[in-house]
């Protein structure tokens, strides 16, 4: 957990309940903190190399899962699993338990409940701390160093700036964004996705805080 600092006299503290704006997606992901920018956290790829981090995602998708199981369907009927087939790209190889993103069917209405995840980005095929960190890293690049950004994961041109002009121009629209800004303390110039992963602890830590906090806009609602 990162040491958030206490808000300041004159700010609204949400630490205690989310804002009524949340969605019940957005309220599943809700992590209270204040984040204080008291240093830059290091952008780097060799995370994505960590079959560690892979294996963390897996479980907080488990349990986000396990939730959404133990809140039934909002008709009150017993939720049965449906996992919608998916094989995410990233630089390593993942295990069978990555093919799967959770998601289950009420027993009575048979309405589809799919949980926030850390592991998927809506439907994209690049794994979800694939696509957030190499656009975070593309921040500012141009020329050879971007394509050799773009080449060491095979992210396409056109793919990897439609994921840049998502976050910089759709993402500050967003109702999450809208509502989840608050969230930080000092508040978020901007809306860059570098400039939200500043404000995250560097290393293993930072990126699954990262994610966790992006989890609510892992459904198809928010697709890229």
């Known amino acids: 957990m990162i040491p958030y600092p206490a808000p300041a006299e004159e700010a609204v503290d949400h630490r205690k309940n989310p804002p009524a704006l949340l969605t019940s997606q957005d309220r599943e992901g ?62 390593i190889d993942l ?30 095929v690049y794994a979800f701390p694939v696509v957030v960190l190499v656009t975070a890293l593309a921040a500012g690049l141009s020329g050879s160093r971007l394509a050799t950004l773009r080449k060491e994961f095979g992210v396409d041109r056109r793919t990897l700036e ?30 860059q996705l570098n400039v939200v992963h500043e404000r995250f602890a560097g290393g293993l830590d930072g990126l699954v805080a990262l994610l966790r906090f992006f989890s609510p806009m892992s459904c198809a609602s928010h697709a890229l």
């Open 30 to 91: 809700w992590i209270p903190c204040w984040i204080q920018t008291a240093r830059r956290s290091q952008l780097s790829t060799d995370i994505l190399y960590d079959p560690q981090l892979f294996v963390i995602l897996f479980r907080i998708d488990s349990d986000l899962a396990e939730k959404a199981r133990a809140d039934r369907c909002s008709c009150g009927g017993r939720l049965d699993t449906a996992d919608y087939p998916r094989k995410p790209r990233a630089p």
């Open 162 to 191: 439609r994921w840049r002009v998502w976050w910089r121009e759709l993402f500050p629209q967003t109702p999450f964004w809208k509502t989840a800004r608050a969230r930080f303390f000092p508040p978020v110039d901007g809306a």
């Open 95 to 124: 295990g069978p338990e990555h093919h799967r993103r959770h998601s289950f069917c009420c027993a009575e209405c048979r309405c589809r409940t799919t949980p926030p995840s850390v592991r998927f980005f809506a439907r994209r």
